[in-house]
């Protein structure tokens, strides 16, 4: 799967929980700042993408899972 195909599939999760346009999702948005989901979106849309890409993510990758093109890095290193 490539990074964008990756990112896309990211993006509908996102838009999905958060009720936002696709376009307004851009690569380096902060999913509070920019966003503004709360904690329990953010948990959603984590469990969300561990069940879309059958991955589990560990505590230092929990951190950094706030900047969309981060979670993208993450998922993306994991399926290789």
């Known amino acids: 799967m490539t990074i964008a195909e990756v ?3 990211i993006k509908k999760i996102i838009v ?3 009720g936002c346009d696709i376009s307004s999702i851009a690569s380096n948005a ?3 700042k920019d966003l503004y ?3 329990l979106d953010i948990l959603s849309i ?3 993408i561990e069940d879309v890409f059958d991955i589990v993510f560990n505590e230092k990758e929990l951190q950094d ?3 969309v093109d981060a979670i993208v890095e993450i998922v993306h ?3 290789k």
């Open 46 to 48: 984590k469990v969300s």
């Open 7 to 9: 990112e896309n599939k």
């Open 77 to 79: 290193g994991k399926l």
């Open 65 to 67: 899972l706030l900047h």
């Open 37 to 39: 989901a709360d904690s």
């Open 16 to 18: 999905r929980q958060l």
């Open 30 to 32: 902060h999913l509070q």
